[in-house]
């Protein structure tokens, strides 16, 4: 019996019969899930946090949301989103698990598929107390790793400007949703910011809500939004 991804048991082996949605069909034939691919839904508990990796441009800041769909094909040749690589681990990026809002985000930062990257170290959930426009407002590390302009001049992410010092918002990285929620905080470009201090989150967010973890046969291990694993229909091998 076909059942989506979404309501299938976990720790079970299954089989993909289909994707219906073209784009993400697409995205994952090209990083080695296809129909017919065996594989299994994890249970363990993935805690997400943001990765500093370093790029072709230099170093960068990457919300845990970000890290989670983009797939690194590791040098020594096993696959993994950038989320789950350990620190000094490189690779090249094999694809994205999202669309084109991720991959113009990402060429911003400087980085496309097929760039070499290290990951430098993972970084726990924090909260960022800054003065927008002159309110104070806290923001997510996610939201402060999406916020890209200009720190004294210096083109950089909210994140990666120091204390103190003024910046200037271009642009919001991220989806639709991204954008939403960080307008909501009053941030859009030409905002101007200052960050006051930067302490460890209270708890840990997950901007883009509950995942489903998979892991195939060959290794491959990807996260997907609900709503992603929804178009991928899947039977139980018997």
Known sequence: MLIPLSKAPIETMLTLKSISCSNLKNRLQRMGLHTGTELEIMSEDSIQHPVR??????????????????????????????????????????????GSHLEKSLKILGISEGDNIELVRCLPPMEYKTVVDGRQTSLTEGMAAKIWGDCDNTPCQLATCGKGR??????????????????????????????ESV????????????????????????????????????????
């Open 166 to 195: 003024l910046f200037k918002v271009k642009n919001i990285l991220g989806g639709p949703r991204a954008v939403q929620t960080i307008s909501a905080a009053g941030i859009r470009p030409g905002s101007t910011i200052t960050l």
């Open 53 to 98: 990796v370093k790029g072709p441009k230099g170093e960068v800041l990457l919300a845990a949301g970000m890290a989670s769909k983009v797939i690194t094909h590791h040098d020594d040749g096993h696959i993994t989103p950038v989320f789950e690589m350990n620190p000094g681990e490189t690779g090249h990026i094999e694809g994205l698990t999202a």
């Open 199 to 238: 302490q460890p989150a209270k708890d840990i967010r997950m901007d883009n809500g509950e995942r489903i973890i998979i892991r195939t046969k060959d290794g491959l291990r990807l996260h997907l939004r609900i709503d992603q694993a929804d178009t991928l229909l899947v039977e139980q091998i018997q």
